[in-house]
């Protein structure tokens, strides 16, 4: 299963960061708890402005390519054949070099809270549901196989114009932290 995104039902309201972060980064796992751990939680997921600078969930788009997986070194984030989320990561083989954050075209992948390893969304694989799905107030993601995902219904993940961080403009670096 994938979380595919209907971009314009989204609010921006980041509801969809902070049910990541506690539920995927958070010793806690609650929001409480979650807000006094340091470092902080960080979500796989984030808001960023699309082209037209309307709010996107920016999340890995589980490329059938994965310029990620071909960039590590190591072997630490691989495709699972046969099971949803295609792409897995796994800290233990993780030699810290960052090649997958440099190689993701959607700049999906990112360092997490430790600066140790990437933050890289796997649907929320092994939980029956999906936390920033669950969360969203508007049901602007939604978490299907992607031969049941609409896109007339909402934003293709796959389509031609990639996300870019919020409050930066074309031809900055991209890094939006």
Not at 61 to 71: E, F, G, M, N, T
Request: with cysteine.
């Amino acid at each position: 299963m994938r979380v595919f995104v209907r971009r314009d039902r989204c609010l921006g309201c980041r509801t969809c960061e902070l049910e990541c972060a506690v539920w995927r980064d958070s010793l806690a796992r609650r929001l409480m708890g979650a807000a006094t751990e340091r470092p902080l939680p960080r979500p796989r997921l984030r808001v960023l402005a699309a082209p037209d600078g309307s709010p996107f969930p920016n999340h890995c788009r589980q490329c059938a390519d994965a310029p990620c997986v071909l960039a590590c070194p190591s072997g630490a984030l691989a495709r699972r054949e046969g099971s949803a989320p295609a792409i897995v990561f796994r800290h233990e083989l993780c030699l810290g070099c960052y090649s997958c954050v440099l190689a993701c075209p959607f700049v999906a992948a990112r360092p997490d809270a430790t600066g140790r390893f990437p933050l890289v969304c796997d649907a929320c694989a092994g939980m029956d549901y999906a936390a920033c799905v669950d969360a969203c107030p508007v049901r602007a993601l939604t978490r299907c196989e992607p031969a049941d995902f609409d896109p007339a219904d909402g934003y293709d993940p796959f389509g031609p114009h990639g996300p870019r961080p919020a409050g930066t403009t074309e031809g900055s670096d991209g890094s939006g932290d």
